[in-house]
């Protein structure tokens, strides 16, 4: 890759909605990093969304269209691209959380680090930034 890559998780596909600083820092740095998602932290955030918008009194419309938006500068990976990597993924992460198993599959695919809250990336082998740490 002739630009730095990174994948984000779910949890900051929904900070980048929710907030300022994430969405700020993605379009910021769009122009010399590649930002990917695997297509289940898009399905989470639209599962999770919803219910953290009524909490917070937000409308769901605006906020849901700017996740839509974001899709053109953090592209989503169709799971027939990492799923390949299940067993490699699952080996490392399984025994902290099985289910973030696709995000780590597209770090292993395109040798990147992954950006995330979640500690559960920690001693996965791959890179791991947190949003407070981050830097592209």
């Known amino acids: 890759?002739?630009?730095?890559?990174?994948?984000?998780?779910?949890?900051?596909?929904i900070r980048a909605v929710l907030g300022n600083r994430v969405r700020a820092l993605i379009l910021e740095n769009a122009p010399t990093?590649?930002?990917?998602a695997p297509d289940v932290a898009y399905a989470d955030a639209y599962?999770?969304?919803?219910?953290?918008?009524?909490?917070?009194?937000?409308?769901?419309?605006?906020?849901l269209e700017t996740l839509e938006a974001l899709e053109?500068?953090?592209h989503s990976i169709d799971a027939n691209l990492y799923g390949g990597l299940k067993n490699r993924a699952l080996?490392?992460?399984a025994a902290r959380d099985a289910d973030d198993w696709p995000v780590l599959a597209c770090a292993l695919m395109?040798?990147?680090?992954?950006?995330?809250?979640?500690?559960?990336?920690?001693?996965?082998?791959?890179?791991?930034?947190?949003?407070?740490r981050i830097t592209l």
């Open 33 to 36: 990093v590649k930002f990917f």
């Open 91 to 93: 080996q490392r992460i």
């Open 1 to 13: 890759m002739s630009r730095k890559a990174l994948i984000l998780d779910a949890n900051i596909l």
């Open 47 to 63: 599962h999770y969304l919803p219910a953290l918008l009524t909490k917070r009194g937000l409308p769901a419309d605006t906020v």
């Open 72 to 74: 053109t500068l953090v």
């Open 110 to 132: 395109l040798d990147c680090p992954i950006w995330t809250e979640d500690a559960d990336f920690f001693g996965t082998g791959v890179a791991t930034w947190t949003s407070d």
